[in-house]
């Protein structure tokens, strides 16, 4: 047994020499966001279980095998999140955002799900989330594929390609799902044993099988296409047609049917063959029934989630320098009063641009290791104080990364010294 506690598996600590990608991405997540006029919504991320159960569908993987679902000490059943839109659609409907209104949601944050942990997938994971509400396009499915597609350009992001497919009616799904099962029936030899389960649960979920065993037997299988309503089709071609004039490629694949039960319409996916399994790195859809269906009036719904930890590894595949948040100025202090006098010092220079990243030695020690540190540190500058640079009100100036002469400038000075010498970016 280990001597100290360990993480929970599949529960990752992010450490600092990643944050800088997850920041990248978040920030330019709620730029893209803001600039389509969305707004933030912040959700529990504990909810009653009933919650999951009724949207996601009983027969699906999240709820029979991957929900953490806990008693409280009241002996209620609740579950950790393993997903933002059920969350989201009860607080919509909660507070009266879905009556007669339009909403245009984001939100962020970790889901849980007891899966096997792997490369890009884990129990403690993290989305981002968009939700519409009262818009039922496909304008609307056209502007949010967009907008995604924006986001990816805006983070330099490239090889993902866009999947869509459309479910169709409720009604059409069903004559659909008779001539599935019929079919499936005929191939019962080749379905593995969840698939079997499936077969009269919820046999569409069979095509959403990621066991290789099975790819060709779902292949072969007669086309949600098809099938489709007239309504459903004519939704989908527009969608088309808009994605066509905003120039977005996509792929039409008629086997994509999502892991949850809710969606309707249009569902699609963003795939990258640079994550090896877990290629998925952002999926969504329509669900006009949801809100419905938890108690709220008849509302169309849309959204997509998309996973950080996913576009995280491709980020720091495919984007160079991001990282970069190492101090702009190291401070190194020796000698009697020079640790006070550096600290009132590196407080002004806070006053005057509190862009600089500025590191205080604190700590003691010779000049020697000090220098040490700082050129470890990879500040661009070292700023000296010994007693005689604080008797004088001057400091030494270093540069670390420059054959340059040190000399000495006046506090006074300081400021605009800085202003001029310092490469912010
Ligand atoms: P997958 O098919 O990879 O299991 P999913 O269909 O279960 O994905 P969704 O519920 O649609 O996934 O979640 C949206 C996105 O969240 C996924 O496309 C993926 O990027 C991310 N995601 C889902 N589950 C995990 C996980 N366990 N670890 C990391 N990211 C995940
Ligand atoms: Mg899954």
Redesign the pocket.
């Known amino acids: 047994m280990s001597k100290y506690i360990q993480a929970v598996r599949g529960m990752n600590d992010i450490l600092p020499q990643d944050t800088p990608y997850w920041r990248l991405l978040e920030d330019t997540a709620r730029r893209v966001f803001e600039a389509y006029s969305l707004e933030e919504i912040r959700l529990p991320i504990v909810e009653k279980t009933d919650l999951f159960k009724r949207t996601i569908g009983e027969v699906t993987d999240i709820v029979e095998k991957e929900m953490y679902t806990f008693e409280d000490r009241n002996g209620d059943s609740l579950t950790l999140r393993p997903?933002g839109t059920a969350g989201c659609v009860r607080a919509c409907i909660e507070n009266g955002l879905t009556h007669h209104q339009v909403q245009r949601l984001w939100y962020k944050g970790p889901m849980f799900?007891h899966?096997r942990p792997q490369k890009?997938?884990?129990r403690q994971?993290h989305?981002i989330g968009v939700e519409y509400f009262g818009l039922a396009g496909p304008d609307v499915d056209a502007e949010l594929i967009i907008m995604t597609a924006r986001l990816w350009r805006e983070l330099g992001l490239s090889g993902l390609q866009l999947q869509i497919n459309t479910l169709g009616s409720v009604e059409a799904r069903a004559a659909y799902r008779d001539k599935l099962v019929a079919y499936m029936e005929q191939h019962l030899d080749q379905l593995d044993d969840d698939s079997k389960r499936r077969l009269h649960s919820n046999p569409l979920r069979i095509l959403d099988s990621k066991n290789p065993d099975m790819q060709s037997v779902i292949t072969a299988a007669p086309s949600l296409l098809d099938h489709l309503d007239a309504e459903s089709k004519q939704h989908f071609e527009q969608l088309c047609g808009s994605l066509d004039a905003a120039g977005i490629e996509y792929v039409v694949n008629p086997r994509l049917v999502?892991?949850?039960d809710y969606y309707n319409k249009t569902v699609f996916e963003w795939v990258t063959d640079q994550l090896g399994a877990?290629g998925?790195?952002?999926?969504g859809g329509r669900f006009d029934g949801l809100v419905a269906q938890l108690g709220g009036r008849e509302t169309p719904g849309l959204g997509f989630?998309?996973?950080i930890?996913?576009l995280v590894l491709l980020l720091q595949q495919q984007v160079d320098g991001v990282v970069d948040v190492a101090p702009h100025i190291y401070l190194i202090m020796a000698g009697d009063g020079t640790s006070q006098a550096g600290l009132l010092l590196a407080e002004r220079l806070r006053d005057i641009d509190s862009r600089w990243r500025i590191r205080s030695h604190c700590g003691g020690g010779s000049f020697k290791s000090q220098f040490k540190r700082a050129d470890k540190s990879g500040a661009q500058l070292a700023l000296i104080l010994g007693e005689d640079e604080v008797s004088r009100e001057v400091v030494a100036v270093k540069d670390l990364r420059q054959d340059k002469a040190q000399k000495n400038i006046d506090w006074n000075e300081l400021g605009a010294f800085l202003q001029s010498r310092l490469d912010l970016n």
Request: glycine letters at 14%; aromatic letters at 10%; hydrophobic letters at 30%.
């Open positions: 997903e799900r899966e890009g997938r884990y994971f989305q999502r892991g949850l877990q998925t790195v952002c999926a989630a998309m996973g930890e996913r």
